[in-house]
């Protein structure tokens, strides 16, 4: 195959631009151009790397509505979710070069040399963090711009210092080349090596093989599902010189309601619940795919709620038909489990492109012994396992793998109970709110998107949030080195301009 | 076999006490205590966990001149060395205890809720770091103290407020009972629980593999060979929850001899030279393995002292038996091979305990075509490239594995040349260094003793400094929790507590 066509979501058919098929070659010349790039791009100093994260959402936005019409046709999410999508991305931007000018990620350390310490002198030690290298980012489908082409993993790595090689998304071609081309103007306007960014696009999985494996890649970031994943880690950890992956896997998000919430406001739980778990076709990695409840008060209002709203609730187009079958697979395993109750099925699909929305629920003792009810279903399904007591609940909650999420619904008199529960959340998730719904990750400094496998391959990091750029760093420490050679901001001159930095142990900012 | 002896260094023969070998059910013992231990020992305020770290060291102190001649017998290595490691020991655990007092590791965030933002309000967020988990330790043969039982890694996991079971090195187990004993001691004193901290001991593989794989390990610490570490990172991600391994393996810290330092003090580089390549009988992470030189004034007058400083070499005690077998292997391979030079040997060993000093010299051109040249041989052996001009050294540095060090020797007219080399040694190592030699690693804030692949398995952490702690921690947000369910440290009444926090993506430490 030498080239392939744009799919249109709602018919499932390739009704757009075609496209040229990357192979070999190209994965080669890309991370030969990001190779050539880094140590032009890693040298540039904070302010000219903010300025072009924020020139590339300028340019974004420059782009204008031919985008969102890419990005609807291409994905089948409505217009208000993609212009929101596009106002993330480049809010998320330039969050990034607010970030790169702070400078903290820099992670300065200074130890002064002292000449007369008994028995032997200390030299002087300074210490910063340095880009890994060529950062290979994976687009997710399910957010074709935030998570895409400019999205978290790509703007995190250009932050770190990190020329981006991406592996487009083969379900948007035509939004990926259209965010590629704003990156690409970006790169030329700031006067960057046209290597800091690459854009290669393919179906299959050949293409993103080989990029994983090119020796000139540093560092890998994925969004999408379990096996791919996985598969990219196995592909990594094989190289000659094994590289990190921080692959974003996969998550059914327990939402837990504790017994007086339940008791105050079963019902309207319910409906939110219903509002959580099917907006965006429940193609959220924080999808709420899990609700835990205590039998009690409230329960049987809850599930009448949200039954009621799932049998409302009308199909929608699903990203690819691929992910449209797999969430049907899903559903019709839950569906002929023996042990689980279908309690609402939303408005009939088309079976090929729009999802038909579920709901299910058994119990506890069943849950526990059959783990395939915890795997995930990617779309707008749920299963409610009714536990007796806070006994089972905690055995079900154990049983959990890692989560991106875990979210409470309590009362002010769920507090103790809520506070037994919270090690053990804490050990489950990268993320425990309360009285939310898991949906909506907010781009900011506090968030965490990530958690312990399989959520993530590396539950020492987020994609999403300010943190997410220490994924793309590494220590160096210089040892009694001359100040001209040492990195600028290191030299005592530097000190003052505002970025923190440890010396001697003691925190300053000054 | 259900026992074994401590062996002495300088006989080679199993002259001590004798040892339980722990099995399985010890393994799974330790692992199921330090599970239980966890969520307590995290929950210690940081005043008390610090005071548990330093008691640990006046437990050690304590302990007195009889783990200084244990430690003695089963290394080889000479009493000065010994009560300086302790003193290495001690102070790290105490540095550490002041890291945990001043809580920079908690990376406390904080992004207040904006009710009013539009289009959506923004919710309460707040982030800490969490410890992950119980943790493997393997104890290092070379650093019986400063990096065994007692040393960096059980140092930098207990001050995460991880539990951690160590595996003990079999070639010093009375000295690691006599520190685990004193650990013992400071868990009772502190009230903690028993499976706080655990000492597992045995010959051969089973024990670490066994607890490798145990589901309640977390995460991994280990220094030694590389076919250990690599072992061990194999078996922790083949596991069904895959963890990370912090392994420190192999590295032959190139040293650079730039010309005008050598012409002006190459007799006196190459007598430092020897110094710090006989210390210890070579037995360090850090050892000056590699020499690399242009050619020109000064290069002979350093070969001559060098030379001349290895032949007078005494034979030293090496750790083991079989790493004094392996040293003779690798120097054996050395002098074999058909491009290599051999320049001096020190005073002959006794063929099973002492190692003989060794230097070799070869071209780049022949350094180039064999990469077996490049391996470690653990041992004071070192091999001298001879380059004929920037450019070959530069294509020696470029086929260099991932190192944990580099050094510079340099006068001011070099600088020109190392500000060209330094951004191809930052890819290589993890700490440079300049007119010094590598051995001798500083533990405080901006020591970096990690480095590329396959200097350490993780080229984004240290093992020593104050820094090593963030291996064993992971971030968890909160989102709109309330007060009374947030962790203390991240209510709004700490504020003020001296501990920096970043608030709306401003660090303040008021």
Redesign the interface.
């Known amino acids: 195959m030498t080239e392939f066509r744009s799919v249109t979501a709602e018919t499932g058919l390739p009704e757009g631009e075609a496209f040229a098929v990357h192979g070999p070659a190209d994965v080669a010349a890309a991370c030969a151009a990001a190779e050539a790039a880094f140590?032009i791009y890693r040298?540039t100093d904070r302010e000219s790397r903010a300025a072009f994260l924020e020139r590339i959402a300028e340019e974004i936005e420059a782009t204008g509505d031919e985008l969102i019409v890419a990005a609807m046709r291409e994905s089948g999410l409505p217009r208000a979710r993609l212009e929101?999508e596009r106002g993330r991305t480049v809010g998320q931007l330039r969050l990034f070069g607010?970030?790169v000018r702070?400078g903290?990620w820099q992670?300065l350390?200074?130890?002064p040399a002292l000449p007369d310490r008994q028995?032997?002198p200390?030299?002087d030690?300074?210490?910063r963090m340095?880009p890994?290298?060529p950062v290979a980012v994976f687009g997710a489908s399910n957010f074709p711009l935030a998570f895409s082409t400019a999205g978290g993993d790509t703007a995190s790595a250009l932050a770190a210092g990190c020329p981006v090689v991406v592996k487009g998304h083969p379900a948007h071609p035509q939004t990926g080349a259209l965010v590629a081309a704003a990156i690409g103007r970006a790169v030329r306007a700031c006067g960057l090596p046209e290597g800091t960014f690459s854009h290669l696009v393919g179906p299959g999985n050949e293409l993103g093989a080989a990029l994983v494996q090119d020796p000139r890649i540093a560092a890998v970031g994925f969004t999408g599902s379990r096996a791919g994943g996985l598969a990219l880690?196995k592909l990594a950890?094989a190289r000659e010189?094994?590289i990190?992956v921080y692959a974003e896997m996969s998550s059914i998000n327990p939402v837990l309601l504790l017994p007086e919430a339940l008791k105050a406001r079963g019902e309207a739980l319910g409906a939110a619940f219903v509002g959580s778990l099917t907006m965006g076709a429940g193609q959220f990695c924080t999808n709420p795919g899990l609700v835990l409840a205590i039998e009690g008060e409230g329960l049987d209002a809850f599930t009448a709620a949200a039954a009621s709203g799932i049998a409302a609730a009308e199909a929608q187009t699903m990203l690819t038909t691929g992910i449209c079958a797999a969430y049907g697979k899903g559903t019709e395993a839950l569906r002929n489990a023996a042990a689980v109750e279908t309690l609402a099925r939303g408005k009939d699909g088309n079976g090929s492109t729009r999802g038909q929305a579920a709901l299910f629920q058994t119990s506890a003792a069943a849950f526990l012994a059959d783990r395939a009810l915890g795997h995930e279903v990617f779309g707008a399904a749920s299963l409610i396992v009714r536990c007796a007591d806070e006994t089972e609940l905690r055995a079900v909650l154990s049983t959990l793998?890692?989560q991106l999420t875990a979210t409470l619904h309590m009362d002010?008199a769920d507090?103790a109970l809520?506070?037994r529960l919270?090690?053990l959340l804490?050990?489950k998730?990268?993320?425990?709110?309360?009285?939310?719904w898991p949906t909506?990750v907010?781009v900011?400094?506090?968030?965490?998107h990530?958690g312990?496998?399989?959520a993530t391959?590396?539950?020492?990091?987020?994609s999403v949030g300010?943190?997410a750029i220490d994924r793309f760093?590494?220590?160096?420490?210089?040892?009694?080195?001359?100040p001209?050679?040492l990195p600028a901001e290191l030299r005592d001159e530097a000190r003052g301009d505002g970025v923190?930095r440890?010396v001697?142990?003691t925190?300053s900012?000054a």
């Open positions: 140590d040298a929101g607010a970030v702070a903290h992670g350390r200074i130890d028995p032997l200390r030299p030690l300074r210490l340095v890994l290298g880690v950890q010189v094994p990190p793998e890692g002010d507090t809520a506070a919270l090690p804490e050990r998730a990268g993320r425990i709110l309360a009285n939310g909506g907010e900011c400094h506090a968030m965490v990530g312990p496998f399989p391959s590396d539950s020492r990091t987020t300010s943190l760093l590494r220590p160096v420490s210089y040892q009694n080195l001359a001209a050679l923190p440890l001697d142990g925190l900012i």
